[in-house]
């Protein structure tokens, strides 16, 4: 099937599929096997040598793993993918494979907190270098780069501000001193932006998101337009380390993908009527979502993503005591640390998924620790704002 002949959501369904799946079957097999068998050494030949298609061992590679891959390289109009255990598991792996000793790299201040532990923490032991910049600002970036920079890593919308960063000018700055650029696009997903096409390098996923949207998997995908490089990815990094996504993970991953498109719709109906609830409320200071003309980020969010997205942060007028009220007294969201279910999700990032980050410091990385984040579900959006508002009426 070719990319260029199918919308968006016939791509979600069909792609990757190359005829029939095995004995007609609509929807493709789970292959929950470990390994392959070959029919003669001159067939082990083959495969080890990459003359044949087949398999060796799913750590390597698996049918239902490479038409999750395939898929995901599709909608993310990429040459290739590697499915890894986890959004961590791809975001690491990508950053060491992309990174040698004496190496540096420049981050976003805002990061999701297990990738900021890694930067800032691991990587510095690998004698690797991070440098923490606001990457709305293009110059600042072009005086921290030297010979040494190799990457630059963000994400946009950023988690949990919703920062927009501009994708195209960053990418041009780093392809004129050949440095990579690195995009986690798991708030937005491939149906909202594509950064492959406005010029960056890699782009990884926690599919544990919204490419699932069930809440029922754990994995991650990263995609490349360079597909030396994903093989690269996928034999030197992912096979080493060994964050080998399950089939039966992928398997879930493709009945998600299926009703990605028509799901991001629905959570992005919902979240615009939620930010201008909360935006309006008299107890509520601060509203971050890209979808409100007042944004900061709202102009450049229109020019490079065809959609807003599903994920609200907002300050209340009140101390961190009113914030934890707030979180405590919700009655159908769920207090959890992930996002893009079908369920409303909400925390206290400082307290949860951003607890890494210095407590002292919140400010300098966009953070403060009344700061609460919405992921909106497909609940009704007039229960999810009765469920706030009530919520919202709890602090005095």
Excluded at 113 to 121: D, E, K
Aim: some cysteine; hydrophobic content about 40%.
């Amino acid at each position: 099937m070719k990319n260029e002949k199918c919308k968006f959501e016939t791509m979600a369904i069909h792609a990757g599929m190359k005829g029939k799946h095995a004995n007609n079957a609509l929807n493709p097999p789970i292959y929950q096997t470990s390994t392959f068998v070959f029919n003669d050494i001159e067939h082990v030949e083959k495969v080890m040598s990459f003359e044949s298609d087949d398999y060796v061992y799913t750590r390597g590679n698996n049918p239902t793993l490479r038409l999750f891959e395939n898929r995901m390289a599709a909608l993310e109009e990429g040459e290739g993918a590697v499915a890894f255990s986890s959004g961590m598991a791809a975001i690491s792996s990508v950053l060491f494979s992309l990174l040698k000793p004496g190496n540096n790299l420049i981050v976003h201040k805002t990061l999701y907190g297990s990738s900021f532990n890694v930067v800032t923490n691991l990587l510095p032991q690998y004698n690797v270098e991070c440098k923490i910049a606001d990457l709305r600002d293009l110059d600042e970036l072009n005086n921290l780069m030297d010979d040494n920079t190799k990457v630059i890593y963000f994400e946009t919308p950023s988690n949990p501000n919703l920062t927009i960063l501009d994708i195209k000018g960053i990418s041009k700055i780093a392809r004129e001193r050949d440095v990579k650029v690195v995009i986690d696009n798991t708030f937005a997903t491939p149906y909202f932006q594509r950064p492959l096409t406005l010029g960056a390098d890699v782009v990884v996923h926690s599919a544990t998101k919204y490419i699932c949207g069930h809440g029922d998997v754990i994995g991650g995908v990263a995609i490349a337009k360079d597909l030396d490089y994903v093989h690269y990815l996928k034999f030197d990094y992912m096979c080493e380390f060994g964050g080998v996504m399950s089939p039966f993970n992928a398997w879930l991953l493709l009945r998600g993908l299926k009703t990605l498109g028509i799901r991001m719709r629905e959570h992005e109906k919902n979240a615009k009527k939620v930010a201008e609830f909360l935006k309006n409320h008299p107890k509520v200071r601060e509203v971050y979502y890209p979808g409100l003309e007042d944004f900061k980020g709202h102009e450049l969010a229109k020019d490079q993503m065809s959609g807003f997205g599903a994920m609200i942060s907002f300050e209340i007028d009140g101390s961190l005591d009113d914030a934890k009220k707030v979180v405590n007294s919700v009655k159908l969201a769920q207090l959890a640390v992930s996002l893009g279910d079908c369920e409303t999700l909400i925390e206290l990032p400082a307290a949860m998924t951003h607890r890494g980050y210095p407590a002292e410091e919140l400010s300098r990385f966009g953070l403060t620790e009344t700061m609460i984040r919405i992921s909106v579900g497909l609940e009704h959006h007039e229960d999810i704002i009765e469920d706030l508002h009530q919520a919202l009426s709890q602090i005095k």
